[in-house]
């Protein structure tokens, strides 16, 4: 089992960045795909980028491609989200996702751990 807390959310003006953090408890960091998610209010949870076990695949949405890099630090149990050039349609709440074993997953279903989220705000 594995616990994630996410961190790093705010409010930041259109064309700013920010980098999210995920957290991760236990020892087993390495052996999770991870994901970030975003929702907003009436609105279903997306895949906004994900990643494999050892950080050698990734994938990202189109709506972020080029914008966002997901990537991980494995000995140090940690997931990011590096946001530049950040939208006002960008704002959402974040969420870090956990999958046991180690491919890239894009389903929101096949994700089994999830964190609290943290929200971001992008002004206009």
């Known amino acids: 089992q594995v616990q994630l807390v996410e961190s790093g959310g705010g409010l930041v003006q259109a064309g700013g960045s920010l980098r999210l953090s995920c957290a991760a408890s236990?020892?087993?960091?390495?052996?999770?795909?991870m994901g970030w998610f975003r929702q907003t209010a009436g609105k279903e949870r997306e895949l906004v980028a994900a990643?494999?076990?050892?950080?050698?695949?990734?994938y990202s949405a189109d709506s972020v491609k080029g914008r966002f890099t997901i990537s991980r630090d494995n000995p140090k149990n940690t997931l990011y989200l590096q946001m530049n050039s950040l939208k006002p349609e960008d704002t959402a709440i974040y969420y870090c996702?956990?999958?046991?074993?180690?491919?890239?997953?894009?389903?929101?279903?096949?994700?089994?751990?999830w964190g609290q989220g943290t929200q971001v705000t992008v002004s206009s």
């Open positions: 996702a956990a999958v046991k074993g180690g491919d890239l997953r894009y389903l929101l279903n096949e994700y089994d751990y």
């Open positions: 990643i494999s076990w050892s950080g050698g695949r990734t």
């Open positions: 236990g020892r087993t960091f390495r052996s999770y795909a």
